[in-house]
């Protein structure tokens, strides 16, 4: 089992992602980390503490950064997420509450704990992490793997017609990361936008008649239904955060490219993903996924 932390700025695919990684028996999430993102710090801990619970697995939540390293905060992807982050789902108040140390800190504390062990998968903006290596620059060679979901490196944005959300969200934090010497592979909108759930997946599991399983599918119709707004005729949404875990579990979905990765920092491309193969400090940049095999695999472990 590989040992896992995983980093979420939860969001209904940062919910997808959680529960496969926890419904998976290859990784052991020893622990999740909370950023702002998807929407405000306190609600995307609330909703990993929610969906904590529908999965039934007691791991420990750290609340890590409620603002990026250098910048504001941009606005909320509301229309996307829902008004808390789980689409039209307003659940009760977790039982559960966060830990006391921050996700820097938890981070720090298990990277030196286990040497070259800990795979940390941040889905969210990379603010986090890089608040733990700003703050412990030692463990940077300590890391065995760092799996971002974020950028798009060769394909347009999502937010901007150049930034990916994650990215442009504190683009300081993500170029500080790709820089750092970090082992990082990007899971970007290069392979993310090829991997589509498509919107019939909500009947088969409406069909189930769980409680579970319509809450899921109500997460989940919300978000399909951003999509549809801004590109009609899509049919599904895709699994960007779920992928992410997926490259951890099986990393055959994807092909990767070595690449040195700058993100811009100014101007109307602020938060782009620029690839050069010049310079020393590469990262792996998934170029290609093999997205029938991989989403037949999330959903063999969802629900
Ligand atoms: C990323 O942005 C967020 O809205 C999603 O949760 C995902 O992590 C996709 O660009
Ligand atoms: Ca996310």
């Known amino acids: 089992m590989k040992p896992i932390i995983l980093d979420v700025d939860t969001g209904i695919d940062d919910a997808l992602a959680i529960t496969y990684a926890l419904n998976s028996p ?5 622990g999740l980390t909370t950023c702002f993102g998807n929407n405000s710090l306190e609600n995307t801990t609330r909703s990993t503490l929610v969906i904590l619970e529908k999965v039934g697995k007691p791991v420990p939540v750290y609340m890590g950064a409620d603002k990026p390293l250098k910048r504001g905060i941009n606005k909320f992807p509301i229309h996307v997420h829902g008004e808390y982050g789980l689409g039209n789902n307003f659940p009760d108040e977790p039982v559960r509450k966060p830990e006391a140390k921050s996700a820097a800190d938890f981070i720090i504390s298990q990277v030196k704990k286990r040497p070259h062990e800990i795979t940390i998968i941040p889905v969210g903006p990379l603010t986090n992490l890089a608040q733990a290596i700003i703050k412990a620059p030692e463990i940077i060679p300590l890391f065995k793997e760092v799996i971002i979901m974020g950028g798009a490196v060769f394909a347009p944005g999502n937010v901007t017609p150049y930034s990916e959300a994650n990215i442009l969200a504190d683009p300081e934090a993500a170029d500080y990361v790709f820089s750092s010497g970090l082992p990082v592979t990007i899971v970007g909108l290069d392979v993310t936008m090829k991997t589509l759930l498509p919107a019939a997946t909500l009947d088969d599991w409406r069909a189930m008649g769980t409680d579970d399983a319509r809450f899921y599918a109500d997460m989940t119709e919300f978000y399909i239904q951003a999509y549809e707004e801004f590109e009609p005729g899509f049919g599904g949404c895709a699994l960007h955060d779920p992928l992410a875990v997926g490259v951890a579990i099986d990393p055959s979905f994807v092909r990767r490219e070595e690449w040195n990765v700058k993100v ?40």
């Open 26 to 30: 290859e990784l052991d999430v020893i």
């Open 264 to 303: 811009v920092l100014e101007g109307e491309e602020t938060g782009r993903t620029i690839a050069s193969p010049e310079g020393e400090l590469k990262v792996q940049v998934c170029t290609e996924v093999k997205a029938d095999q991989f989403l037949k695999h999330f959903l063999g472990r969802i629900l």
